[in-house]
């Protein structure tokens, strides 16, 4: 008889009833939302800036904490929570990113008996009729299934050609989780939407819908199944990535076989150097591989952390490459459209050449940025980006002056806070492919620089966008004739209304500066005459109890009226 390799399996945690699950979620949510808004808006509205600033470390780390606790206990979707963030060492300070950096191996595995009911009851038959060897102890659990490393049997191994396996199951009651994340991340996105910085940028309600609609198709295996295949099919031939395919007699919607093809975790630098493999050479290929994937396929793999990626060393003698990047789980897949990724490659090009410019007009072309907004001052702001930051890496700009971040980040916030940005439904998976992905190459090589692997390959993709130069010097000359036909009658109207002295001279980073001057300077008189009446009324109290206690009530009006006009301001 076939044998079944047995071993020890921790217990997986219980998540408890569905009502209490929602209401967890919900506190965690509230409170620390709260949290954020006293200490990010209500503070710094009434000239107590530095408090934030003083304890904002101490508050992310108290934050990471909590959350690692939380999604380690439930699972589901708050893993994925978690593993975004713990990937973005790039954006997110290490306070966060240092706590839930484990949340990417410390997944608890479900219990092996719960494992052989559900597999058994999704392939109808047992286990050993299945497979010669399958190991109990899992190979990794991940927060919608688990992996087992198995064996197929001689009959099978020979027609299928693969011998050894991993079988992907979904962790038992998964479907009913998911369910109760959504509802409670539906009804944090609500309270999002009454942010007026998010609900102006985000349609959150719409974005949750759509990592809805991924979470579902995540945990169906026969869509990973799928997607593997076309995943393979896009890099057939590609020395650099290898795709494990599915064994289909063995897959159903909450069992998955694939072929056997794990190695070195992309982001266990002692190991890649231990096998004689440069990480920096990894991150670049990694970084190229995905760019192709976003720019060029169009077809990408929504969720590259390093728990999903991998180096496998070719055989001695394999040719030009002796490595390959592999990637499983192929749940999580985007696809970006024609004209969003003629956008992207628009936006990618400007990035290579500093074109602040163009790199607005890419954004807008992308749908990021509402057609009719005014882009001067953000036009200008992206030069100045590009001037003093562009080209440098992630331990470049680690290097330079705190100070010098907060000046600039201050002045082009007010330009970003002032235009009318907004985020695609669409884009919510390729902002995750592109964060995660810049989070892996830093932690590859802390001296990674972006820029070395963006500019040849916009460099390729800017000969490819100009195709035809006569369709190109064509259409720059009917641009040309047309300004010119308009020209004589813009400057008629323009000067008329110089001579009529109705021309307006707009400079919109003054009139912003002017209006925050004023707003401050109303604040300021409001609080000096809610701390005068508020003193006066405590003085008099003693002698006079009904005057000093009118006193100290009036002081309410001037204290509203200085939170109202520093919240109109925001």
Not at 15 to 39: D, E, K, S
Not at 114 to 119: C, E, M, P
Not at 192 to 210: G, K, N, T
Request: charged share 25%.
């Amino acid at each position: 008889m076939p044998s079944i390799r047995r071993g020890r399996s921790a217990p997986a945690p219980g998540a408890g009833n569905t009502r209490a699950r929602y209401r967890r979620i919900l506190r965690f949510a509230a409170w620390h939302l709260a949290v954020t808004w006293w200490f990010e808006l209500f503070l710094p509205r009434i000239g107590l800036a530095r408090v934030a600033a003083r304890t904002r470390s101490p508050r992310m780390q108290r934050f990471a904490r909590r959350f690692h606790v939380l999604a380690v206990d439930l699972g589901g979707l708050m893993i994925k929570v978690g593993q975004f963030l713990s990937s973005r060492l790039d954006v997110l300070p290490p306070e966060i990113t240092e706590e839930l950096e484990g949340l990417q191996d410390e997944v608890p595995p479900v219990p092996f008996p719960a494992i052989r009911a559900l597999a058994e009851s999704e392939l109808g038959f047992p286990l050993e009729r299945a497979f010669a060897m399958f190991e109990e102890t899992p190979l990794a659990a991940a927060s919608l299934g688990q992996a087992h490393r198995a064996r197929l049997l001689p009959d099978d191994a020979d027609e299928f050609g693969i011998k050894d396996v991993v079988v992907k199951v979904q962790r038992p009651g998964i479907g009913a989780i998911v369910d109760v994340d959504l509802a409670a991340l539906r009804r944090v996105a609500g309270w999002l939407s009454h942010f007026r910085f998010v609900s102006e940028r985000a349609d959150m309600p719409a974005l949750l819908e759509e990592f809805a609609q991924t979470s579902f198709e995540e945990i169906d295996y026969l869509h990973e199944a799928a997607g593997s295949e076309r995943f393979a099919a896009d890099f057939a031939g590609d020395v650099r990535v290898q795709v494990p395919l599915p064994v289909w007699e063995r897959c159903t919607r909450r069992v998955l076989t694939l072929e056997d093809v794990t190695a070195i975790k992309i982001t266990d630098v002692a190991a890649l150097r231990a096998a004689g493999i440069d990480p920096a050479a990894v991150a670049r290929v990694f970084a190229a591989v995905m760019f192709d994937q976003l720019f060029t396929n169009g077809f990408f793999h929504a969720d590259p952390h390093p728990g999903n990626i991998f180096v496998t060393p070719a055989p001695a003698g394999a040719g030009e490459h002796p490595w390959k990047l592999t990637f499983i789980d192929f749940g999580m897949m985007g696809e970006v459209t024609a004209s969003a990724r003629t956008g992207l490659r628009r936006l990618l090009i400007a990035a290579a050449a500093r074109d602040g410019k163009g790199l607005v007009a890419a954004i807008r072309d992308v749908g990021v940025l509402v057609p009719a907004a005014d882009t001067v001052e953000l036009e200008r702001a992206m030069t100045h980006l590009f001037a003093r930051f562009g080209g440098m890496g992630f331990a470049e700009l680690r290097e330079v002056d705190p100070r010098e971040f907060r000046d600039f980040a201050v002045e082009f916030g007010d330009v970003v806070r002032s235009l009318p940005f907004q985020l695609p439904e669409n884009f919510l998976l390729i902002i995750r492919a592109v964060s995660l992905t810049s989070g892996v190459c830093s932690s590859l090589d802390a001296r990674y620089n972006l820029w070395d692997s963006v500019e040849p390959y916009a460099a390729r993709l800017l000969r490819d966008e100009r195709g035809n130069i006569v369709q190109d010097a064509a259409r720059q000359a009917i641009d040309a004739g047309g300004l010119a036909l308009r020209l004589p009658g813009r400057l008629d109207g323009l000067i008329t209304r110089a001579e009529e002295g109705n021309l307006p001279v707009a400079n919109p980073r003054l009139e912003r500066q002017v209006a925050r001057l004023d707003r401050t300077a109303r604040r300021s008189a409001s609080a000096v005459v809610f701390a005068a009446l508020l003193i006066a009324g405590a003085l008099i109290r003693a002698d006079d109890s009904a005057l000093g206690n009118l006193l100290m009530a009036a002081s309410v009006v001037p204290l509203f009226h200085g939170l109202w006009v520093g919240r109109r301001g925001l």
